[in-house]
């Protein structure tokens, strides 16, 4: 049996254009891609904490370091500049590697930039608890 499973994710980028005469996509930064391990033309969903929309689409390459986030296309009516977004793509596996799979989460701030640890906010409490006891656990 495959399993689909979470292979990335941003969480919390700023988008910073919205452009409906466009055919369709994300455009996201090189670096920002390479942190995350998405790749060029590869199926996203982009979910929106304002609205709670959620879309499909496909990564663009945009500069590194350049900060963008900016959703093209008929999409653009779903997110507005400034909109916090989620940009996750998922993979398939079998069940005994999904068993074992750990997602690349990349947490972005200010200007899209990567965050060194998550918002205290943002850490589940039983999540947290888990991964500290899994630490302290002797081998």
């Not at 499909?56 to 986030?69: C, H, Q, R, W």
């Amino acid at each position: 049996m495959m399993l689909t499973m979470m292979k990335c994710k941003l969480h919390g980028a700023t988008v910073t254009g919205a452009d409906l005469n466009y055919e369709g996509s994300i455009g996201i930064p090189r670096d920002l891609m390479d942190k995350a391990g998405l790749l060029p033309h590869e199926q996203v969903d982009v979910l929106n904490f304002r609205n709670g929309a959620r879309l499909t689409t496909y990564v663009l390459e945009y500069p590194a370091g350049s900060g963008e986030i900016v959703i093209n296309g008929p999409a653009a009516h779903l997110v507005s500049k400034g909109d916090k977004v989620i940009v996750v793509s998922y993979c398939q596996m079998e069940r005994k590697k999904a068993a074992r799979h750990t997602p690349t989460v990349v947490l972005l701030g200010a200007k899209n930039t990567i965050k060194k640890k998550p918002d205290a906010a943002m850490v589940d409490p039983k999540r947290l608890r888990k991964v500290t006891a899994k630490k302290g656990a002797k081998k």
